[in-house]
């Protein structure tokens, strides 16, 4: 059974521009979350997604965005990057809402200049 | 609102040794706490998950306890080798109550093996 699956693996942006990254769950999966983990940072909560809907979203600007494809892929836009958006963004899908195990992406590697 | 805190930030022995890596937690209403790992510019490995009504959960070498009235979890590892050379992660899922169902995590604790 595939795992979760991202692309791309490393991304290189520069400040204004935007980015999209993209995130495929493990099969049978509907619930994905997206996360940053900055260097030196702990993982912080972007945003999470269930059955097509954002379900709550952490403490980032409105330029972080996101959705859920019917086939309950996501992708993630991060519009105007700054160079503190170089991060490494964290996929991770569970079965359903209700706490269920979250099982991780490789993740991208975003990096602003 | 829930806090975890990892203590060592980093940690460096010589194989062989058994050690232990501690997590603590301000709010014991939690539903479950798992323990993960990240090899360098990688994605996370899900190690051990306990649920709150257990004590302990074991896998191989790993071992991962939790006292939720004390507000901590402790992951023992046995008989360490170098392919254990990781950030080891703890992560907090807030209780059922909590509609988000969101974990909270720790910092890590960056684990160095020496041959």
């Known amino acids: 059974e595939a795992g979760v699956t991202q692309s791309p693996t490393h991304l290189i942006k520069t400040r204004g521009q935007q980015a999209t990254l993209r995130c495929s769950p493990i099969?049978?999966?509907?619930?994905v979350y997206w996360y940053q983990q900055a260097l030196g940072l702990g993982l912080q909560f972007l945003l999470w997604?269930?059955?097509?809907?954002?379900?709550n979203r952490g403490n980032f600007p409105p330029r972080f965005s996101g959705r859920q494809f019917p086939n309950y892929s996501s992708e993630l836009n991060v519009n105007a990057l700054e160079l503190e958006d170089s991060a490494l963004y964290l996929c991770?899908?569970?079965?359903?809402?209700?706490?269920?195990?979250?099982?991780f992406g490789p993740g991208t590697r975003l990096t602003v200049t | 609102k829930q806090e975890v805190t990892q203590i060592p930030a980093a940690l460096s022995v010589p194989e062989g040794e058994n050690l232990v890596l501690n997590c603590s937690f301000t709010?014991?209403?939690?539903?479950?706490l798992q323990w993960f790992r990240q090899d360098p510019g990688k994605g996370l490995t899900s190690l051990l998950l306990?649920?709150?009504s257990q004590r302990e959960q074991t896998s191989g070498r790993l071992n991962a306890s939790l006292d939720k009235s004390s507000g901590r979890s402790t992951l023992y590892i046995a008989a360490s080798q170098p392919g254990d050379s990781a950030t080891y992660l703890c992560?907090?899922?807030?209780?059922?109550?909590?509609?988000?169902?969101?974990?909270?995590w720790g910092a890590g604790t960056k684990l160095i093996i020496k041959p």
């Open positions: 099969s049978g999966h509907t619930s």
């Open positions: 997604y269930d059955e097509g809907e954002e379900r």
């Open positions: 991770a899908s569970s079965l359903g809402r209700f706490n269920y195990e979250q099982y």
């Open positions: 992560a907090v899922r807030r209780s059922s109550q909590d509609s988000n169902y969101q974990l909270i």
């Open positions: 709010d014991s209403a939690i539903y479950n």
């Open positions: 306990i649920q709150s």
